[in-house]
């Protein structure tokens, strides 16, 4: 990995900018120049004040730094949520294994995360492990999640469902958390597509929980918060969500008409995904109206 100094140097030289220009009235012309040859290090205040002329975020700076290439943490992130997406839990499984024996905490937490979503995909062998117990301590003595939280959502659904903890605390949690850090000029997380993809998993916990009241009442907040702030991907889990809500207990002819326009979606990535829920949950929502419950609004 490069130094701070040298990845500076390196992207503004990129940019045509001179020293002047990036440094001027942060840090001295000496400092700069001992700065992009390695001699100093610099204050973060300071940094994001470069950053910020450079037109670039801390998070591709880091990705530069890297030369070009994501951490090893957030490589392993992506390759599970990716197999997820995909619902290829054989390629979870094994890298579950792989990460299980890292020396880096980070990447074992990841395998503890790709054990807990096998683990609710097959219900029958849901069991909370040592590993997990320790990630939801974790997760519940934190007071204020963070972005790691928001981006494992699903997972603290999951970790809440093994540990019998009411599900309406953690989704109010999540959804407080996600205020914080989106609003009407921006959302520069993406975390309204977190929290689409959050809701989606929600309702289908309620749904698998038989909480039908719970449930029924949840269709304000798949609607609730930015969402004009969506983009492809979080609009998707939206109407998904919507399509369930509606298969459940809104309209049967607003449910099919939603249904059709998910499955002739061009969107590869999430195509296994999509039809594969498509069919775990229309004979479940069928067979529920089926037995006479009430599905009124």
């Known amino acids: 990995m490069s130094t701070i100094g040298s990845t500076l140097k390196q992207i503004r030289q990129a940019k045509g900018f001179t020293q002047k220009e990036v440094y001027g009235a942060i840090v001295s012309r000496s400092f700069a120049s001992r700065l992009e040859s390695g001699q100093h290090d610099i204050a973060a ?7 910020d002329r450079l037109g670039v975020s801390a998070n591709e700076f880091r990705f530069i730094q890297n030369d070009y290439q994501p951490t090893a943490t957030e490589l392993a992130r992506s390759q599970v949520m990716l197999a997820y997406d995909q619902q290829n839990f054989p390629r979870i499984s094994h890298l579950a294994a792989q990460y299980a024996h890292s020396e880096n905490p980070a990447e074992q937490r990841i395998a503890v995360v790709a054990n807990t979503l096998m683990m609710a995909f097959d219900h029958r062998t849901m069991v909370i492990t040592p590993a997990m117990e320790t990630l939801w301590q974790q ?32 989704i109010r949690k999540y959804h407080l958390a996600c205020d914080r850090y989106v609003s009407a000029a921006a959302d520069p997380f993406h975390v309204m597509d977190s929290r689409a993809s959050f809701d989606l998993v929600a309702l289908q916990q309620l749904l698998s929980e038989k909480a039908y009241p719970a449930a029924r009442a949840f269709k304000p907040q798949l609607l609730a918060g930015h969402t004009e702030h969506l983009t492809s991907d979080g609009i998707l889990d939206q109407q998904l969500s919507l399509w369930l809500w509606e298969s459940y207990f809104g309209e049967a ?9 998910l499955r002739q979606m061009p969107t590869p990535r999430f195509h296994l995904g999509i039809h594969a829920l498509l069919r775990a949950w229309e004979d479940r929502a069928k067979l529920y109206r089926q037995r006479g419950t009430d599905v009124s609004r």
Do not use: M, N, Y
Not at 45 to 51: N, Q, T
Not at 152 to 166: D, N, Q, R
């Open 253 to 261: 002819a607003r449910a099919q008409s939603l249904g059709d326009a």
């Open 45 to 51: 205040e300071k940094l994001f004040a470069i950053l």
């Open 139 to 170: 997760v519940a003595l934190t007071k204020t999640w963070t972005l790691q939280e928001i981006d494992f959502g699903s997972i603290l659904l999951v970790l809440t469902s093994l540990k019998h903890t009411p599900i309406a605390a953690t």
